[in-house]
């Protein structure tokens, strides 16, 4: 089977450009194709309209694969607030986005033990009423110490932020696999020892891929989000990540999400064209470059 990875725009490069103009931004007619797809952010999509959404999305032919901010935190950073993630995961279902992104905590308070055991019970209370709408939950890590906000954190203590700490949490899981899978995030696999068997040792479903680069000489601790490069501009191992991601078989959407405020500036169709110049060299670095050109 030709592997095939969905390019995907993202809210996360231009966080000031109108919903409306981000989802026309990603129809845009750039080299080599137009991306057509975008990771979106829920907080700015309950601005709006779910209808008005849909509409704007079919008449542009724009998917919107994965949202943002269901949690305004971690999942533990505060109680879960039952009837405002519903409504959040009735919009996603009215306009036909498939996977909502939750985030781990990367500092705990209390034992390791304690806080995985609270995790699972609250993963299995979202996969619950994700369920009720046909969305699969994605968990992420911020592995990068630097990443870290207030808002994904419990306490002070380590928490859960490597690959295979999500693989040892999903292990432990006691509903339905197939309603929650893996968000891999590029920099923070980096952070963490870029291994490849961290990706190819993951015994759950990757549903997610975000995208960008690291700087060269700077140390994993001091990484930010002003630090979080265009994909090709820094010092990740490309063609490790990439062979990593065919060996097990990846499809799904490969987001562009910098967040360095060089991007940011740029003008709304400069970003979306050097996301797709980006997916193009990142995919470019796998094993067999023109099977794993990215979908339109």
Known sequence: MTPRWTGCASWTCMPCVPLPQQIALAATPVFP?????????LPHLLAHDPDDIADT????????VAATGLLPG??????????????????????????????????????????????ITRLCALVDLAAEHDITLAVQTL???????????????????????????????????ARVGVCVDSVSWAATGADP??????????????????????????WGPAQRLMPGDGALPWATFTSALEKIRYR?????????????ALPGPDIIARSARALAQVCSRAPTTEATAYAA
């Open 57 to 64: 999305l079919g008449r542009h032919g724009v998917r919107a």
């Open 197 to 222: 068997a961290h990706l190819t040792e993951l015994d759950h479903p990757v549903r997610h891929v975000r995208i960008a680069d690291i700087p060269h000489r700077v140390p994993a601790h001091r």
């Open 74 to 119: 971690s999942v533990l950073h505060r109680d879960l607030d039952v009837d405002q993630i519903r409504h959040g995961l009735r919009f996603l279902a009215r306009i036909g986005c498939p996977v909502a992104l939750v985030m781990l905590d990367h500092s705990i308070t209390g034992t390791y033990y304690r806080a995985v055991q609270e995790t």
């Open 252 to 264: 799904g959407p490969v987001a562009v999400t910098v967040s360095n405020p060089r991007i940011r």
């Open 143 to 177: 592995g990068a110490p630097g990443q870290q906000r207030s808002e994904y954190a419990s306490g002070t203590l380590p928490g859960i932020r490597t690959l295979p700490q999500v693989t040892r949490l999903l292990d432990e899981f006691d509903t339905e696999s």
């Open 33 to 41: 194709r137009p991306l057509g797809h975008l990771e979106v952010h």
